[in-house]
């Protein structure tokens, strides 16, 4: 059983959708004892990064820090990529888990933000998450902030600057993209998150 | 490299898309359900549906149909009309819809553009704005085109994108369903003023209309209906046209 955590941001039905769509079992929550009991982890997200404060010292927040050590595949979308870097200039006062390092920051005024629509990934090698899927293939984007290019980086994106467009360590992954609005591509990714 | 998108618009009126000329005339083109998949196969990067009826329509028949279409589309989708109020939009993310668009009530209350994208972020939040040329310079219009506002279009833009607008979906009346070619002139004034996305929509005919906006215009995006419902042209072969005349899109798809 997959757990898509509800912490009151965003749209979390288009991830279950597409998860239904790939016959995944899922569950929406945001009761802590769920998370803990759930195979794997999908902390979705989308909007502002101060929505992330409900998982600060709550028990919710907590399940997700344990869910995370405990070696359960874990994959944050947008905004619940970001929450797995230290912070964000977003909304400073809000810390992220800090599983990757570096501080999400706002592109630069060379071009238009928020970055919108779609735009090719440069796929290092041996992402798990991003087995079979082509180099340059396009992934949908909407967000104006961005984490750094780090060690973890599976994947990263050229908008003004190159920034991180995938994440893996462990069990931990995260996309900067909407898989489930990227089309077959995005379905080929999730499909990936549920056979690790 | 981002991509430019180009948008299908299904046009809704009573649960079924329809298509019209400058908003009038309007025929019958389907199930939108069925027809937002069946662009999402061809080639479309995003959907638009828009309930033209909405303003004094029944709003089950649109949460219905939402609904139908957010599950088993995979691209972006976006839903506008009769979206007064912050509860409206909430019904309709609730529904499945990825982004709202809002015209008439934006414009009667730019504050609910901040109110929708605080809860939902600015990503969510598509200002549509209708213009008509009017004594050389644009004028917005509200209601579905029938009512004019006195005010400027580029001026409108660049109020919405402040009040926290995610992108300005930006229709040329005079052009609307025309096959005309876009209103570049339009277009580009409005992407220079502001600085978030600014998808182009009325006047599509052929795939020489899309570089144009794109080069001309400086679009963002492009939006067409009528000529993607009846089969006068097929978006992965536009985007192959696009492709070949230097336009970045999502090509192959």
């Known amino acids: ?196 | 490299m981002l991509t430019k998108r180009i948008i299908a618009c299904l046009d809704m009126d009573g649960g079924r898309v329809v298509k019209g000329v400058r908003f009038k005339n309007l025929r019958d083109a389907g199930d939108p359900a069925e027809c937002a998949t069946a662009h999402a196969r061809n080639g479309a990067d995003e959907i638009v549906l828009l309930d033209i009826t909405a303003t004094s329509g029944n709003r089950y028949t649109l949460l219905d149909a939402i609904c139908k279409t957010a599950r088993s589309l995979f691209v972006p989708f976006t839903v506008g009309g009769g979206i007064r109020q912050l509860d409206d939009a909430a019904a309709v993310f609730d529904a499945g819809a990825d982004k709202i668009a809002i015209n008439s009530a934006a414009v009667r209350d730019p504050a609910l553009i901040g109110k929708i994208a605080r809860r939902f972020g600015s990503q969510a939040v598509v200002v549509a704005i209708d213009a008509r040329k009017v004594d050389g310079s644009f004028e917005v219009f509200i209601a579905g085109g029938r009512v004019p506002t006195g005010r400027d279009a580029i001026q409108w833009a660049r109020e919405a994108a402040a009040c926290g607008a995610g992108e300005i979906l930006l229709t040329s009346m005079d052009r609307d369903g025309t096959q005309s070619g876009f209103d570049c002139h339009l277009v580009r004034a409005v992407a220079e003023a502001v600085s978030i996305p600014v998808i182009a929509s009325g006047g599509a005919g052929s795939a020489r209309d899309f570089v144009e906006v794109f080069h001309d215009g400086c679009a963002d995006a492009a939006l067409a209906a009528s000529i993607f419902h009846f089969g006068i042209e097929n978006i992965a072969e536009l985007k192959r046209e696009l492709h070949d005349a230097g336009v970045p899109v999502r090509w192959p798809c």
């Open chain 1, 1 to 196: 059983m997959i757990a898509i955590v509800d912490y009151g941001a965003g749209n979390l039905d288009s991830v279950k959708k597409a998860l239904d769509h790939l016959g995944a079992g899922v569950v929406v929550t945001s009761q802590p004892e769920s998370v803990a009991a759930a195979d794997k982890v999908v902390l979705p997200g989308v909007g502002h990064f101060s929505s992330l404060r409900s998982l600060g010292s709550t028990s919710l927040g907590e399940a997700l820090q344990q869910a995370a050590a405990s070696g359960k595949p874990f994959l944050g979308i947008c905004l619940g990529m970001q929450w797995l870097f230290d912070g964000s200039e977003e909304c400073i006062e809000i810390a992220g888990a800090g599983i990757f390092p570096g501080k999400c920051r706002r592109f630069p005024c060379s071009v238009k933000s928020p970055h919108v629509g779609w735009n090719s990934l440069a796929i290092w090698e041996g992402s798990r998450l991003l087995r079979g899927v082509a180099q340059d293939s396009f992934v949908y984007y909407t967000h104006s902030f961005h984490a750094p290019v780090v060690a973890g980086t599976a994947a990263a994106t050229e908008y003004g600057l190159e920034f991180t467009a995938a994440v893996e360590h462990d069990n931990i992954f995260g996309v900067q993209f909407h898989p489930e609005k990227s089309g077959d591509v995005g379905l080929a990714i999730l499909k990936n998150f549920c056979e690790v």
